[in-house]
């Protein structure tokens, strides 16, 4: 390497990553803020295939398409009287579900001009919720912006993690062939989110009150993140709901086989700092196949303080350890790979980065890291995709897992081909990987050049 790459590189390691690591402090806006490369090359992704789609190049085999090119997971939703078709981002991490509502000249918007927007006059079953509605004091206390009896019911920017504004509404959603009314949803104006590439907004999955989940009465949803170009898998999202009478609803076509290991979803404990999310119960750590016996019992537990645990994020890229855990972990990786001749250009002292140089990198055994959850047989035995991944140029391989504080995140990377389902009602996640045989992902191109922004340009997630 001459000397001028080798500084690009000495830079490079210099700015990974400058993005928050306090989980503990507003966790949505980091996720959002670290999310948005990934959904702007998947929202990308997704519109351009919907053009080849209409254009007659590519087929949906009589099924809604979902899209996951950088990690992120694209789908349609129909909204309004007479059915009005906006692709949005589906977010586990936030509840809301918005999109970008009408022509609108004094909104500030960083949205492409050509982004879908939803029109309200154009469906009859539109519906602004008042101030004075119990909807609207029960769903956003003091934060409405309300003045006067008969105002519409706003959310204030940022209130629900993503950087946009609003009225609530409700109007009729359908799914498939099936019609729902009445479903609150954000009908956003102010939109300061310049990454969806043309995706009209975000369908979030989280267990609030305003989630597609609680107000369906979704019963379990699934989704599968495969990386760009991988042709032997592709991403999808599914859910049932509807209690008693399920329906169903498919964007994609669900893969089958492959080994099944499943582990409770925890119910919310008193004092928890984000009871909404999808917190597991991680219970160890394995390289190698080796316990890391370092890291003791009970250490990812949520804490009496409402601190602590892990969740699990469909949008946030990289994971996320508690810097304990990570201090533990990161010198295990260096040991087993340095004991092959290949040595770290990342300091000793940089805690925050773990790189080699790929032309050494690619010849070493990789040791093989395993989340052990809580359950029979519950380890997810991660691919070396899942955790590492190549930058500047392909010269440099970097893990993507990180220290925090606070809590800790199990990004789309970590959780990229196996199928994830999350039983809300029986209390469960299942993850399975492919079927045996099938061939895995071997190169994340688009999730590389996406971290890669998110790394050489933190000004964009500060």
């Known amino acids: 390497m001459g000397v001028a790459a080798m500084a690009a590189s000495l830079l490079f390691l210099l700015l990974l990553p400058l993005a928050p690591a306090l989980v503990s402090s507003t966790p949505y806006a980091m996720m959002a803020k670290e999310a948005r490369p990934v959904i702007k090359q998947s929202a990308k992704a997704y519109m351009e295939q919907k053009v080849q789609v209409q254009q007659g190049i590519a087929s949906r085999s009589g099924q809604q398409m979902a ?10 939703l129909s909204i309004g009287t007479s059915p009005q078709k906006l692709s949005v981002v589906m977010d586990i991490t936030t509840e809301l579900v918005w999109a970008q509502c009408d022509a609108c000249s004094s ?39 309300c003045t006067h009896d008969d105002d519409p019911c706003g959310y204030p920017n940022d209130f629900y993690g993503w950087n946009t504004s609003g009225v609530l509404a409700t109007d009729t959603f359908t799914f498939g062939t099936t019609p729902v009314p009445g479903v609150l949803f ?46 032997a898998s592709k991403s999808f999202v599914s859910w049932t709901w509807g209690g008693a009478a399920d329906h169903q609803f498919a964007a994609g076509q669900m893969l089958t086989g492959g080994r099944r290991s499943s582990t409770p979803l925890l119910a919310a404990k008193k004092n928890q700092m984000y009871p909404d999310l999808y917190y597991v119960n ?63 250009v990342t300091a000793d002292d940089d805690v925050n980065n773990l790189c080699f140089l790929t032309r050494d990198f690619s010849g070493v055994k990789i040791p093989g890291i395993a989340l052990v959850f809580d359950g029979a047989d519950a380890t997810m035995e991660l691919k070396v995709e899942n955790y590492f991944f190549a930058v500047a140029d392909g010269q440099l391989t970097c893990l993507t897992i990180l220290p925090s504080i606070g809590g800790s995140i199990l990004g789309s990377l970590l959780q990229a081909g196996r199928t994830m389902t999350y039983d809300i009602h029986g209390g469960q996640l299942t993850f399975q990987t492919a079927a045996a045989g099938a061939p895995m992902p071997g190169v994340w191109p688009m999730i590389m050049a996406t971290l890669l922004v998110w790394v050489l340009c933190p000004e964009n997630f500060l």
């Open 107 to 145: 909104c500030v918007r960083f949205t492409p001009p050509t982004t879908p927007t939803f029109l309200p006059n154009n469906s009859r079953s539109f519906a602004v919720v008042g101030c004075t509605s119990q909807t609207c004091q029960r769903m956003i206390p003091g934060e409405h912006g």
């Open 186 to 231: 954000g009908c956003s104006g102010d939109i300061m989110v310049p990454d969806l590439a043309g995706a009209s907004g975000v369908a979030g999955f989280s267990r609030g009150p305003l989630s597609l989940v609680s107000q369906l009465n979704i019963s379990s949803f699934t989704y599968f993140i495969t990386p760009h170009g991988d042709p």
């Open 67 to 76: 899209t996951d090119s950088s990690g992120a997971l694209v789908f349609d």
């Open 282 to 344: 991680l219970t160890g750590l394995q390289v190698d196949g080796q316990l890391l016996t370092a890291i003791p019992p009970g250490f990812f537990d949520v804490r009496p303080t409402g601190t602590g645990g892990v969740f699990l994020s469909s949008t946030l890229p990289v994971t996320y350890l508690e810097e304990a855990a990570y201090n533990v972990l990161r010198p295990e990786l260096v040991r087993r790979i340095q004991s092959q001749g290949v040595a770290q």
